[in-house]
């Protein structure tokens, strides 16, 4: 062998014995590190949750309490609508769904059939709030004249007791809660107006109530109770008789209401990690997160 090629073989063996060496040290480190790892995820366990998209900023909060209070790691996401929630909780992908209704018969059996018995934990309220131009003389509607609207069965105010004159029809889009919100729990089946039109903000909404006597329009309720001052162009209707208050949604008097629901499959075990999250609404702390989420919460701490 020439001096060349002993120097080359030479550099090879030294070049592979450094690589061993740096491998065996990596692995000493890794096995060192494995009881600290294993302990780490012995102490926060991961705890799987998914939402419906309207409820991010609660399952963020959530998210941020739990490393807060160095609990479990909430893993999971907040996308799609409320019936991807049911499909997570059926095939079992989530421990805790959080949705902005309830089940439906057939989604509740569907769980039952795959083994899951979805458990419901009541976690805050949502409700609409109907808004007209301050000039209409209509002060009150039930909930099956505000849908009669939204679906062309009612087109004159004369008809509420208002002056003779059609109804402009005015919603958010679907991008929007208050447009779910509608269609889940007021419209339930069947189709909005042709006519209806259709707003991105409630900003320009509300700012197109103010010019237009003859308009219909709604909001979330915390919209309406963050409002310093409501303008004097539009003025909120009561709903049989009943005006929206946090009182009058919790106690269930106000009737265009709804609850935020998690689900678990079956009741968690007292004192688990998924018990603390679904009756963490029921403290202080937790009811200020539902309220700064934009949800009327279950409880009335001062």
Request: charged share 20%; proline share 4%.
């Amino acid at each position: 062998m020439s001096k060349q090629g002993l120097w080359g073989w030479r550099k090879s063996v030294f070049h592979s014995g450094i690589v061993c060496l740096l491998l065996g040290v990596l692995l000493t480190i890794m096995i060192e590190a494995l009881p600290r790892i294993q302990g780490e995820m012995e102490r926060h366990p991961e705890l799987r949750m998914y939402t419906c998209v309207w409820l991010k900023d609660l399952f963020l909060r959530y998210q941020a309490y739990c490393v807060k209070q160095d609990g479990p790691l909430l893993t999971g996401g907040y996308n799609g609508a409320n019936e991807d929630g049911a499909r997570n909780l059926r095939a079992g992908r989530a421990m805790l769904v959080g949705m902005t209704r309830s089940l439906t018969h057939e989604e509740f059996e569907d769980c039952v059939k795959a083994g899951v018995l979805p458990t419901s934990h009541l976690v805050a309220y949502d409700a609409l709030a109907i808004l007209v131009h301050a000039s209409n003389p209509v002060k009150q509607m039930t909930p099956d004249q505000l849908r009669d609207i939204y679906m062309e069965k009612i087109g004159s105010w004369k008809e509420l007791g208002g002056p003779d004159a059609q109804i402009q029809r005015f919603v958010l889009d679907a991008a929007n809660q208050e447009a779910v919100g509608l269609c889940d729990h007021v419209i339930k089946e069947g189709s909005l107006a042709r006519d209806v039109q259709i707003f991105r903000t409630r900003e320009d909404m509300i700012e197109r109530l103010w010019k237009s006597p003859q308009g219909i329009g709604f909001v979330r309720a915390q919209t309406y109770f963050q409002m310093k001052e409501i303008p004097k162009e539009v003025k909120f209707l009561e709903v049989n008789g009943v005006a929206l208050t946090r009182e009058s949604v919790r106690s269930g008097n106000y009737p265009i209401a709804w609850p935020v629901l998690f689900y678990t499959n079956g009741h968690p075990a007292w004192g688990s990690d998924l018990h603390k999250l679904v009756t963490l609404h029921l403290s202080k702390e937790g009811q200020s997160m539902v309220e700064a989420s934009g949800y009327c919460a279950v409880t009335s701490y001062k």
